[in-house]
């Protein structure tokens, strides 16, 4: 097999996804129009709403699937999600205002859990199987894979770890231009318009802290952008080194 290094394009953020969790809390069904009405005077790219007992969804579009930004409100949690932010600050700031919000609202004191995930497609001008081939070169023991005695259709790469303060959960695999176009992956659209998509290794980082204070979501906000950031580099350095 011939051995190739991949040509990886600059990532963009596909998706980015913030929730945090509580419990379970009273003032939820007394305040939430209250919410809602104060986040959609402030936030104009929320035009649209709806309220599905218990649970608020504000969102951009008036349908849910042409919509890039969708946010949730419930009793013991809310849901932020971002399709296609372009910058990471887009939906750092979004989130920051969005979920503070809520926690003064509802008084909120304490999280379960807050976390970040990132959807990163990062496309290559080599083919599928190319791609399919360097993933396992680089994540799996190639002999131990061929000894199935198949032909290997998809690889994926799951990996849990944490550092002193944050768990990470971390999924890298090949995405198909055929999966992006038939909107196959995660029954998600692909929101960069293109006349041609390629192929594309997908990172997706899940990031997260349990039982902290409410009072530190922006500045665990702050510090997913760099800890995100340092991994994603790192996963892509290991694609851009010889086989």
């Not at 509802?106 to 496309?123: A, K, P, Q, T, V």
């Not at 190319?130 to 259709?153: C, D, H």
């Not at 198909?176 to 980082?205: A, C, F, H, R």
């Not at 979501?217 to 760099?226: A, E, G, P, V």
Request: charged content about 30%; proline content about 3%; some cysteine.
């Amino acid at each position: 097999m011939q051995r190739i290094k991949l040509n990886l394009k600059k990532p963009f953020i596909e998706r980015a996804i913030c929730e945090i969790r509580y419990s379970g809390t009273l003032t939820y069904h007394e305040r939430r129009l209250t919410l809602c009405k104060e986040i959609m005077e402030k936030k104009r790219e929320f035009p649209q709403w709806s309220l599905n007992t218990p649970t608020i969804q504000l969102r951009d579009q008036k349908e849910e699937k042409n919509s890039n930004r969708i946010f949730t409100i419930s009793s013991k949690g809310s849901l932020l999600l971002f399709r296609n932010p372009g910058e990471y600050e887009n939906f750092t700031s979004l989130a920051d205002y969005l979920m503070t919000k809520t926690i003064e609202v509802l008084e909120i004191d304490n999280l379960i859990r807050i976390g970040i995930r990132i959807f990163y497609f990062s496309e290559i001008n080599e083919t599928f199987e190319q791609l399919k081939n360097v993933l396992i070169t680089k994540l799996f023991n190639r002999k131990s894979i061929e000894s199935f005695n198949g032909s290997i259709k998809d690889v994926a790469s799951i990996i849990e770890f944490k550092n002193d303060e944050y768990d990470f959960n971390v999924r890298i695999g090949p995405l198909s231009s055929e999966e992006i176009k038939g909107e196959i992956y995660k029954g998600e659209k692909y929101y960069i318009l293109k006349e041609k998509i390629n192929p594309s290794l997908l990172v997706d980082i899940d990031y997260f802290k349990k039982n902290c204070s409410s009072k530190r979501i922006r500045s665990i906000l702050k510090d997913s952008k760099t800890d995100i950031t340092y991994i994603l580099n790192n996963i892509l350095s290991i694609f851009k080194e010889e086989p």
